[in-house]
Each structure stands twice: as structure tokens, then as C-alpha cells.
């Protein structure tokens, strides 16, 4: 197989604000393999340096370093046992899954089946998703959070760590109705002992969970076992998935090695009792379209946070419709795709 890499630079409609930092553009790698058939399967890279410490320029070149391994490959029946050689020449998860989600693809369109059904699941449902509040300001936020609700939405996700939090979300709170679940996210910025105190006193506003109060397993575990709200674990579920830590895990197409790692982790994780949902990290459609074909076989427990194409300045080919994305249609990853990229 050829592998052709193109850089892609998204904008943002606003800048996107954790506790990781402020975010305005979104570059990603668009992967293509390239069959002696002709036939083309498409996948991204999508690290986030800010927040997962991966450089753009570094998953490159691991994905280069793959070039002569694909090279003598047709991707046709050993992409397990290609994907495995890959991942000791490339060891960047983030390189892995675009080439699992380039190869998944490809197999889909050689097959004219949708990725969905290549997993052996049954005809999907739509994917219950949540609405990410982007602005740090009450009454942004309160509009944002209003907005949601009229969309149909009924779960929302509010960055806390950012000062002001018991103000943003009491104010997302009035704004989104009492049937509203809203899911908080710290990115890790609290301490035990603050995100503790902090989360006492957002409790009594309604909250589903807490994502990454803190960074850390043990941490994670200490803020589960005294906070009178359910965490999730994040960034530090590396690791995590032999034993429970806390309620939720939120797993990641980038962060799992794409598709097939993404399977694995949801496997471990329900076999200890963790309840999973999937999010993006601010993936382009190949990765958010990759990880609603993967909820067609996890099912995940929670709304996931998948809803994030909006965020980004450009057409979205996958728009949430009551507050839920429907699996694309089509092989492989899905027809109407690529648009977005340009390509
Ligand atoms: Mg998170």
C-alpha cells in the first residue's frame, strides 16, 4: 500500500478553553493508504499537544516510519498482524489509529460493507452524545447551555477548573432546565483536596460526573472515594482499565490505537465495572466517524462526548439531531467524509 500524509489546519469557531489551555486551530493529519487494487482507505491523526503531549510533527514521522512496512503489505487479511508490526516501529498510539482507522476503511470499501457491520454489529442506533459549553463567561455559557436544550440535547459538558465554576455552572443549570444532566470536566487542575471541596460545593447544582477531577490513579481513586459526585477518569485511564478506580471511564479513538484498541480498552474496562462512554479529542470526521462505529458494538453507558465537529469552522458532514449522531452510512467509514478535509 502507498501512504500518502496532508497536513490539515482547522479553525475554531471560538477559542476552545480548558484547564490544559486555550486552543484556535486544530491541525490534523489526513492518512490515505492507497491499495494495488486503487482502492483508497482514509483515517486521521489527531494529537493535541496541549493536552495529551504529542506532537503533530512527531506523529509524522512514526507514521513515516511505517512507510516500507505498508509498502509490502495489500492490507487485505493481516491487518492485526500489520497493525502489530506498526505499532513496534511507530509506538505513538495516535499514528496507530490513523493507519487502524485508514485500514478499516479501506477493507469497508473493498467490500462496500459499513465499518459497523465488518465489527458484526447489528443495525445501529444513533449515539446519545453531549453538547460542550464553550464559553468561560456566564452568560455565554447560559446561552450555550440554552441553545442545547432547545437542540434537543440532555446531557451537557461544562470545563470547570477555570474559576468561576460554581457561577458558570449555576448559571448553565438555570439556563438548561432541571432534566438536564451536566457533566463537569477539570482536565486534571484540582488537587485532591481542592477538587474534593470543589465538587462539595457544585454537588447541589445536579451533576452526572466529574471527568479527571485530578490527574493520577491513586488521586483519582482518593476524590471517587470522598466526593458526593461520580467521576470519570480521562487522561490518566492508561493503565487504569485492570482495576476501577471511580464510576466511568472515557475512552478515546486517538488515545486507544484507533478502532481495534478502542474495542479492547472497552472490553477490559466493563470487565472490571467501569461504565464507558467515548469521546473525541477534537477529532476531524474519520475519528468521530470511527468511534460511532466502535459504539455500535460497546454501547456505551453515558451520552458520549463525540458532538465536537461543531466546534470547528467548517461544514459538519455529521450533525448531532436531538442530541444524539447517527452512524454514518455507507463503506467503510462512511460516504461524505472527506469533503471536510478538502480532499
Ligand atoms: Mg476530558
Known sequence: MRLQIDLIRARLRAPFVSASGSLRTRDLLLVAL?????????G??????G????????VRTALEDCRSVLAGSDGADDRADLLAVCARTAILPHAIAALDLALWDLAGRRSGQPVWQLLGALDPDPVEVNATIARTDRAGAAREAARARAAGFRCLKVKVGLGDDAGRVAAVRAAAGPEMAIRLDANGAWSVPEAVAALGALAPAGIECCEEPVHGLEEIARVAAEAPVAVAID???????HRRVCDS?????????GIS???DAARRACAVGYEVYLASTLDGPLGIAAALHAAAVIRPDRPCGLATLGLLDREDPLPPREGRLSVPAGPGLGAGLLAWYGA
Not at 34 to 42: A, P
Not at 44 to 49: D, F, K, V
Not at 235 to 241: D, Q, V
Not at 249 to 257: A, N, T
Open 235 to 241: 487522561e490518566s485511564s492508561a493503565g487504569a482499565l
Open 51 to 58: 493536552y495529551d503531549g504529542v506532537a503533530l510533527r512527531d
Open 34 to 42: 492507497e491499495g494495488d487494487d486503487g482502492v483508497i482507505g482514509f
Open 44 to 49: 486521521e491523526a489527531a494529537p493535541l499537544q
Open 261 to 263: 484498541g478502542l474495542l
Open 249 to 257: 471511564v472515557c475512552l478515546k479513538v486517538v488515545r486507544c490505537g
